[in-house]
Antibody
Framework: QLQLQESGPGLVKPSQTLSLTCTVSGGSIDTSAYYWSWVRQHPGKGLEWIGYIFHSGDTLYNPSLQSRLTMSIDTSENQFSLKLTSMTAADTAVYYC??????????????WGQGTLVTVSS | DIQMTQSPSSVPASVGDKVTITCRASQDISRRVAWYQQKPGKAPKLLIYVASNLQSGVPSRFSGSGSGADFTLTINGLQPEDFAAYYCQQTNSFPLTFGGGTRVEIK
């Protein structure tokens, strides 16, 4: 049973860079069957897809965040990561790692981490 | 980007009720929509994919329908554990986008 777990700081200062890692257990991240993704949820609000990374290292980012975003994958550690630069209060949110199958038009998130709250404040 | 508009934003309901939530896409997306349930402090849970396919383990009182731009999530016989927020998501194109959510509340 695939499980995902986010880790990273709960508090980031304005203008700093957020670094989050998602550790995958119960299966290998080095698979062509899934895309590995990040989704965030602002407090009391809806969901926003951030981007995905494939086991090959190929990425696709949400254009709204693309200029500040870098995702990477470490197959030896079974982890993938997110870096978001120039953080502001508007980036305060719960960040989820999640996965969706590599099936055309079935890009629905069937596994989620528990989420980690990131607050941007000085 | 494809905009997903959910309605209503909240629906008061009682145990046993039939609840219907709608989602409208800003363009034709065929049947490429998924539905999620989210409880407070928890990650979303996939309920329905490709408009009407029930995810494994999801009770049969949940059903989805629709195609084109208009979609519906129906809960037949609301149970106490169903009071939660529900989101639609389009799986037609990137960036993937979600509806604003519908909160099913106790009447």
């Amino acid at each position: 049973q695939l499980q995902l777990q986010e880790s990273g700081p709960g508090l980031v200062k304005p203008s700093q860079t957020l670094s989050l890692t998602c550790t995958v257990s119960g299966g290998s991240i080095d698979t062509s069957a899934y895309y590995w993704s990040w989704v965030r949820q602002h407090p009391g609000k809806g969901l926003e897809w951030i981007g995905y990374i494939f086991h090959s290292g190929d990425t696709l980012y949400n254009p709204s965040l693309q200029s500040r975003l870098t995702m990477s994958i470490d197959t030896s550690e079974n982890q993938f990561s997110l870096k978001l630069t120039s953080m502001t209060a508007a980036d305060t949110a719960v960040y989820y790692c999640a996965t969706f199958p590599r099936k055309t038009y079935q890009w629905n998130f069937d596994r989620w981490g528990q989420g980690t709250l990131v607050t941007v404040s000085s | 980007d494809i905009q997903m508009t959910q309605s209503p934003s909240s629906v008061p309901a009682s145990v046993g009720d039939k609840v219907t939530i709608t989602c409208r896409a800003s363009q034709d997306i065929s049947r490429r929509v998924a539905w999620y349930q989210q409880k407070p402090g928890k990650a979303p849970k996939l309920l329905i994919y490709v408009a009407s396919n029930l995810q494994s383990g999801v009770p049969s009182r949940f059903s989805g329908s629709g195609s084109g731009a208009d979609f519906t999530l129906t809960i037949n016989g609301l149970q106490p554990e169903d009071f939660a927020a529900y989101y639609c998501q389009q799986t037609n194109s990137f960036p993937l986008t979600f509806g604003g959510g519908t909160r099913v509340e106790i009447k």
